[in-house]
């Protein structure tokens, strides 16, 4: 994944997952203070229009990562670290996506609260796993980092099976080292 694809797929999914936290919270939570409105707060309809835009570019970036992240990632061998919270996230892609995009156009109202509940579920889901991704994969990325620096990486310590050195250097760099060798 490259730079501006993670940041894509960062800044996208925190915008539609804060506002769409921030509009469930105003809509399902607030109580109306006009009695003849429906929103909770009056940022209500800007949160709900910030969640509406931010929706398709985190789409747009999970496309972008698709191949090359999540489907190489699901088919490599060897040992699968975090990939559970991954593929349960992009599993959740599915119902949160095509949910939210019913919502718009909607009309009936058992569909309509069916669908919110789908969305709304999905939805939490979707970030809570995403978080859970990325903070596993930052896990991961320190306990490299600590294995990386513990390595001795001197010319001299590359040995063969046989114990020799495989580069064919030791003698000659361990001699130069010596007190008292001639250079």
Known sequence: MTPFQRWLLHV??????????????MKY??????PYGSAG???????????????PA?????????????LCRARQRGPK??????LAAALLLLPMVLSGYLLQVETGEILRRWTVILHLSSGFLYAGLYALHLVGSRVRASEQT??????????SNQRDRNGEDA??????VSASRQPGAER
């Open 12 to 25: 996208s999914t925190g915008f539609v997952a804060f506002s769409g936290l921030a509009y469930a919270f």
């Open 29 to 34: 939570l607030m109580p109306a203070n006009d």
């Open 41 to 55: 707060h009056p940022l209500q309809p800007y949160a709900l229009s910030l969640h509406v835009l931010a929706g």
């Open 58 to 70: 985190a789409v747009f970036a999970v496309g972008l990562i698709f191949r090359e992240h999540i």
């Open 81 to 86: 670290l975090n990939l559970a919270s991954g």
């Open 146 to 155: 600590a294995r990386a620096t513990e390595q001795p990486t001197g010319v």
């Open 167 to 172: 580069l064919g250097l030791g003698e000659a």
